[in-house]
């Protein structure tokens, strides 16, 4: 069936790069989304890519797509202590199990 | 922001009771969703509705039911409650219901049994 695999937990220093990894399932998806989930609060959309797209910047984002491997990343540059949060991987209704960020200031 | 609003914010339960979960839709939303949030599980998905109609079914147990109303707000019903029910409770919505809008969350209904 469906299914999106994400490493469970990331530590990085302030400053600096983050990256987040998702593979995926069979998927004829168009679009695969990343969303944040801060302590307490729901999930946000962070940002999104086409999947006829291989990158996507956006700011401090970059969101690399590698449709032959099924893999999905997420870098984030320059990582604050406010970027620590749970991230998901996602495509329609399916969602990973989230990586927790955690940045050591 | 999102503009989906979930109530309660807390709910707190016996085994064997029922509940009741509200959400409101963003407005303009036409479809609606529910996930359940657990520790060891990660986020899974229950059920989608749009427009009043089931659209899709996850891993929703035949303890739990649905519906989506008129006027688009959803109710996710947990009938005979079990310890492992406890979980955070999650309502999306989306304009369409297809795979080319993001979802917008609620913050979520706490959901504790004891």
């Known amino acids: 069936g469906e299914d999106v695999e994400q490493s469970l937990f990331l530590s990085v220093r302030e400053g600096d790069s983050s990256v987040i990894n998702c593979t995926y399932t069979?998927?004829?998806?168009?679009?695969l989304y990343w969303y944040k989930q801060e302590p307490g609060a729901g999930l946000q959309l962070l940002t999104y890519?086409?999947?006829?797209?291989d990158m996507k910047q956006d700011q401090r984002l970059t969101v690399l797509l590698n449709k032959k491997d099924k893999h999905l990343s997420l870098r984030i540059a320059d990582t604050q202590t406010g970027d620590s949060a749970i991230y998901f991987c996602?495509?329609?209704?399916?969602f990973g199990i989230g990586t927790k960020l955690q940045v050591i200031p | 922001d999102s503009g989906v609003t979930q109530t309660p914010k807390h709910l707190i339960t016996a085994t064997g009771q029922r509940v009741t979960l509200r959400c409101s839709p963003r407005?303009?939303?036409?479809?609606v969703y529910w996930y359940q949030q657990s520790l060891d599980q990660g986020l899974q998905f229950l059920i989608q509705?749009?427009?009043?109609?089931?659209?899709a079914k996850g891993n929703i147990l035949e303890r739990f039911s649905a519906q989506q109303f008129p006027d688009l707000h959803s109710e996710l019903n947990l009938s005979s409650l079990e310890l492992g029910d406890s979980a955070l409770y999650f309502c999306?919505?989306?304009?369409?219901?297809?795979?080319?809008?993001?979802?917008?969350f609620g913050n979520g209904t706490r959901l504790t049994v004891t």
């Open positions: 407005s303009g939303d036409l479809s």
């Open positions: 999306a919505s989306s304009p369409t219901g297809g795979d080319n809008s993001p979802l917008h």
């Open positions: 890519i086409f999947s006829n797209m």
């Open positions: 509705y749009y427009n009043g109609e089931e659209r």
């Open positions: 069979d998927s004829s998806s168009t679009y």
């Open positions: 996602a495509y329609e209704v399916t």
